[in-house]
């Protein structure tokens, strides 16, 4: 299966701006955005993601309490996650693949390799499923 619709989920505005322009510019999916957690979490069932991409650290709600409150709704308990984290401790990344996260890249990132990464990302998420 293709991956299209990802729900993205960041408070940094910069972020949000350099991911829509290399999932724009590098990929083929509907990017739909959001500055929180808490606005992400009211329009996820409209936006019906099949992947989301979420800030470690937002205010309110973070990206792991926002994937653990999606993953509580029919047909969302399996949905990989990659979260986007300036947290460089191993243990963070660590926690959170053991949580069961596709995957965790650190800011910065490469906006060129972003793209990529994704679908790799989800090719491999799909075939451990």
Wanted: glycine content about 4%; cysteine-free; aromatic content about 10%.
């Amino acid at each position: 299966m293709q991956l299209k619709r990802i729900l993205h989920a960041d408070d940094d505005p910069d972020i949000r701006d350099i991911v829509q322009m290399s999932l724009d510019f590098f990929g083929d999916f509907e990017l739909t955005q959001f500055p929180d957690g808490a606005s992400a979490f009211a329009a996820f069932q409209d936006v019906k993601p099949q992947l989301l991409l979420l800030d470690y650290m937002m205010p309110g709600m973070t990206g792991p309490e926002l994937w653990q409150e999606i993953a509580k709704h029919d047909g969302y308990q399996k949905i990989p996650a990659i979260f986007l984290t300036a947290k460089a401790e191993s243990s963070v990344s660590e926690v959170l693949m053991l949580k069961g996260a596709a995957a965790v890249i650190l800011k910065p990132f490469s906006p060129d390799a972003l793209a990529d990464e994704i679908n790799k990302i989800w090719e491999s998420w799909n075939a451990r499923r």
